[in-house]
């Protein structure tokens, strides 16, 4: 590795706009109009979609110019000339999955119609810079059209990595082995999560089929928009900062929602190398084969500078180099992006018919998610999955295959048939909330016993198992039922939790257990298991399951079937420390608010102060108490919260973020709510307009039809042209 210091410089034409781009721009801002509605949502009417895409990215940057240039950044393995050296190795290992130089490629081979987008995608957000000049960005000062080339999948969960790390890599380059056997999963009710639900004419009050979309994923990652060209584009939802087509939502005829899979689609190799003076090789199929070596240099912020870092990365035709175990180099193949992932995120957007959005899943390049379908002639769907390379099934997927053999080289994408599937059950409704598509539809779902373990290693979550609860307790739905059950907060996982405490404390009644304890359980035992505002019993539960939940699982790899699992793992641990994790719950709540019996709003808090990425919290701060908590816990809203370095409260900082429910009749009838608001802007009135609707589950009328959104129109200009 080489290092060398550039300095700082600022460049005479900061942007680089030349006379004929700013021209282009504002020739295709002539053709676009922006309605803003009363919540500040963008209603983006263009004559081409192409238009639709100019707009929508100049609208984007007008609500959060910040996300959407991070998104790039990140995409483009540049992190670290923003944040600095701490970055250098995440960025590593995005130029290993995400080449750019193929997604420029990818630009030159593009259908027309593919490439006007493209173009359109740029040009709006460049136009956008060129139109403020006070907005700096921290590092992209010229978009290229290639860009959208390198996040062509719209999942928080978008990049796979078969769970290697920067810091597995870091190794690799130090010449240090890690156990891959250790490998820490990551945590599902963290980071990913959504919730979906189709309901079928059968089990709908009207007779329509309806959607329900509940992704779970850091709050501000996505916005709310709708998009209308004269080129049979009419498609509302929520887009990723950044991307130009709705990633969950609908059009005049069909929706879709995404949740975050464990299908198997990232493998890990182990190569067996050889180093001599001709080169550096690797065995496949008994033949010595050249490792593809490819020079990058990655760039990184000092207080003096920049200064550049070079490696090398080493691929295999497995993949790239990510790590070393026991001597053996480890090569990881994906699919991380692509042109055809594109297509597809765009072309779902305008399918009209079941089988037009059959067609496009036939595309097999949505890498990262499961699909749950709703349809205007009364079709629901569930596809687990849809890329999913076809593998030799006497393997062990879950852990490293030797990679010397060509029996473990992929075999070809799986047809769409044969991955795991489900049409029209027969129960009138599907779910999935992140786990196994084995209760889809409960038990009308599907047989395991037709498919290789590859394709769905997704344990069942407590969501799950309250999912199939509550569709199941309800003969029909209208749309206010539907948004009722996607916000049932039974947290079913204290159903198994609180038993093994409330024996504890019986076997340990004669050894001076403390009466602060002995009333925490009463009220435990009283407690209805539902998370409120106004419940102390929540606040004691929640704190107490944390440290049981890191405890039992401490030490653990891969992923672990709670709900199976859980009785077991409580038996195993001593009762004694059951009571003195709650003893010290109760410490802590009365070191911290004076006493323990601290209901959960109190502490339980939404606030929005600053746009920052990472966002700022403070106790001193004003604040909105959230009934909600993780749904971790079996609850169907999600509401991840935490303290932070100097809090004794809790602020949300994920869990529901975007939430519609619709329905497919002769007129489109639908309602949302979007966590905070959709501006970005402090000072905007829709930086957090719904706030107070957000932790009440209080949804607003989406404005689908041309005459509501001009009767509740609060402003409407052509990008480059509003109003300060």
């Given at each position: 590795?080489?290092?060398f210091?550039l ?5 005479a034409l900061?942007h680089g706009?030349?006379k004929?781009d ?6 295709a ?7 803003r509605?009363n919540?500040?949502i ?6 081409t979609d192409a238009d639709?895409v ?5 609208a984007q ?9 991070m998104?790039?950044v990140?995409m483009l393995g540049r992190t ?5 050296e701490k ?9 290993m ?10 630009y030159e ?9 493209l173009?359109a995608f740029?040009?709006?957000i ?6 403020n000049?006070n ?5 992209l ?6 860009y959208a080339?390198t996040?062509?999948d ?8 078969a769970d290697l790390?920067?810091?597995?890599i870091?190794?690799f380059y130090q010449?240090i082995?890690?156990?891959?056997a ?5 945590d599902?009710e ?5 919730n979906?639900?189709?309901?079928s004419p059968?089990?709908s009050i009207t007779?329509?089929a309806?959607?329900?979309i509940n ?5 501000y990652?996505?916005p709310e928009?709708?998009?209308i060209?004269e080129?049979g ?6 887009v990723t900062?950044?991307q130009f ?10 929706g879709?929602?995404h ?11 182990e190569e ?9 090789f690797?065995s496949h199929?008994?033949i010595?084969?050249p490792v ?5 240099t990655i ?8 200064v ?10 497995h993949?790239p180099?990510m ?10 193949q994906?699919?991380?992006r ?8 765009w ?6 018919t079941?089988?037009?959005?059959k067609?496009i899943m ?8 499961n699909?749950v ?6 079709n629901?769907?569930?596809w687990?999955?849809n890329f999913m390379?076809?593998r030799n099934?006497q393997?062990?997927?879950k852990?490293?295959v030797?990679?010397?053999r ?8 799986h047809?769409v048939?044969?991955?795991i599937?489900?049409y029209n059950?027969s129960?009138g409704w599907?779910?999935?909330?992140n786990a196994t598509?084995?209760t889809?539809a409960g ?5 395991r016993k ?5 394709m ?8 799950g198992i309250n999912a ?6 309800k003969?029909k ?7 009722e059950?996607g ?12 038993p093994?405490l409330?024996?504890a404390n019986?076997?340990?009644i004669?050894?001076d257990i ?5 009333k925490a359980i009463?009220?435990?035992r009283?407690?209805d298991r539902r998370?409120?505002?106004?419940s102390?019993?929540t ?9 049981v ?8 790899k891969?992923?672990i ?25 109760l410490k802590?709540?009365?070191s911290d608010?004076?006493t323990?019996?601290?209901p959960?709003?109190?502490?339980n808090r ?8 990472d ?18 816990w079996?609850?169907l809203?999600s509401?991840?919260s ?5 809090s004794k409260k809790?602020?949300g900082?994920?869990g529901?973020s975007?939430v519609?429910?619709v ?6 009838q639908?309602?949302?709510?979007l ?5 970005g802007?402090?000072?905007?009135k829709?930086f ?8 009440k ?9 041309k005459?509501?959104?001009?009767k509740?129109?609060?402003e ?5 042209m509003?109003?300060?």
């Amino acid at each position: 590795m080489k290092y060398f210091i550039l300095f700082l410089l600022v460049p005479a034409l900061i942007h680089g706009q030349s006379k004929a781009d700013i021209v282009r721009w504002q020739e295709a801002a002539k053709h676009v109009n922006i309605i803003r509605d009363n919540w500040g949502i963008p209603h983006i009417y263009g004559k081409t979609d192409a238009d639709c895409v100019f707009g929508l990215m100049y609208a984007q940057c007008e609500d959060d110019f910040k996300r959407v240039e991070m998104n790039y950044v990140t995409m483009l393995g540049r992190t670290s000339e923003v944040t600095g050296e701490k970055d250098i190795y995440e960025d590593l290992l995005v130029r290993m999955v995400i080449d750019s130089t193929d997604a420029v490629k990818d630009y030159e081979v593009s259908p027309d119609w593919m490439k006007r987008l493209l173009n359109a995608f740029a040009d709006g957000i460049n136009y956008y810079l060129y139109k403020n000049p006070n907005v700096k960005p921290v590092l992209l000062t010229n978009f290229k059209p290639w860009y959208a080339l390198t996040y062509t999948d719209g999942s928080i969960s978008a990049i796979q990595t078969a769970d290697l790390t920067a810091d597995d890599i870091k190794k690799f380059y130090q010449g240090i082995s890690i156990d891959l056997a250790k490998l820490k999963k990551k945590d599902p009710e963290q980071l990913i999560g959504s919730n979906g639900f189709a309901i079928s004419p059968s089990k709908s009050i009207t007779g329509n089929a309806m959607l329900y979309i509940n992704p779970h994923v850091t709050f501000y990652f996505r916005p709310e928009v709708h998009m209308i060209s004269e080129e049979g584009l009419n498609t509302y939802g929520a887009v990723t900062w950044g991307q130009f087509f709705v990633y969950q939502g609908f059009n005049e005829h069909c929706g879709w929602m995404h949740t975050s899979s464990e299908a198997d689609v990232a493998d890990l190799y182990e190569e067996t190398i050889e180093k001599n003076s001709s080169g550096i090789f690797y065995s496949h199929n008994k033949i010595q084969k050249p490792v593809t070596i490819q020079p990058t240099t990655i760039a990184y912020k000092t207080k003096n500078g920049i200064v550049k870092k070079e490696f090398k990365i080493y691929k295999t035709h497995h993949g790239p180099i990510m790590a070393m175990q026991a001597g053996k180099w480890i090569a990881m193949q994906s699919n991380n992006r692509s042109l055809t992932g594109l297509i597809q995120s765009w072309s779902r957007t305008k399918a009209k018919t079941f089988s037009e959005f059959k067609n496009i899943m036939d595309l097999r390049s949505n890498i990262s998610n499961n699909t749950v379908y709703a349809d205007d002639q009364g079709n629901i769907a569930y596809w687990h999955g849809n890329f999913m390379p076809k593998r030799n099934p006497q393997f062990d997927w879950k852990n490293p295959v030797d990679g010397t053999r060509d029996a473990t080289d992929w075999k070809g994408l799986h047809t769409v048939e044969e991955t795991i599937h489900l049409y029209n059950p027969s129960n009138g409704w599907l779910q999935n909330c992140n786990a196994t598509p084995f209760t889809v539809a409960g038990n009308r779902s599907i047989n395991r016993k037709k498919y290789p373990s590859y394709m769905a290693p997704d344990p069942e979550n407590f969501r799950g198992i309250n999912a199939v609860r509550v569709l199941s307790s309800k003969d029909k739905f209208d749309i206010n039922g539907l948004i009722e059950a996607g916000y049932d907060n039974y947290m079913s996982a204290f159903d198994i939790l609180l038993p093994p405490l409330f024996s504890a404390n019986q076997t340990l009644i004669a050894n001076d257990i403390k009466p602060d304890i002995n009333k925490a359980i009463q009220l435990l035992r009283d407690w209805d298991r539902r998370t409120t505002s106004n419940s102390i019993a929540t606040t004691i539960a929640i704190h107490w399951a944390e440290k049981v939940v890191a405890y039992i699982t401490r030490g653990r790899k891969g992923l672990i079937d709670l709900p199976f699992e859980l009785n077991r793992m409580l038996k195993e641990m001593p009762d004694a420390t059951k009571i003195s994790f709650l003893n010290e719950v109760l410490k802590k709540l009365k070191s911290d608010f004076g006493t323990w019996e601290v209901p959960w709003g109190e502490m339980n808090r939404f606030q929005r102060i600053d746009n920052n990425i990472d966002a700022a919290f403070s106790d001193k701060e004003s604040s909105i108490p959230s009934p909600f908590a993780s749904s971790a816990w079996g609850t169907l809203p999600s509401f991840n919260s935490k303290t932070y370095q100097e809090s004794k409260k809790r602020y949300g900082y994920g869990g529901n973020s975007f939430v519609c429910a619709v329905e497919f009749g002769k007129r489109i009838q639908a309602k949302s709510l979007l966590a905070g608001g959709e501006s970005g802007a402090p000072a905007s009135k829709h930086f957090k307009d719904q706030a107070d609707m957000y932790t009440k589950g209080k949804f607003k009328e989406v404005l689908f039809y041309k005459e509501d959104i001009l009767k509740n129109m609060e402003e409407q200009y052509l990008p480059g042209m509003r109003k300060k």
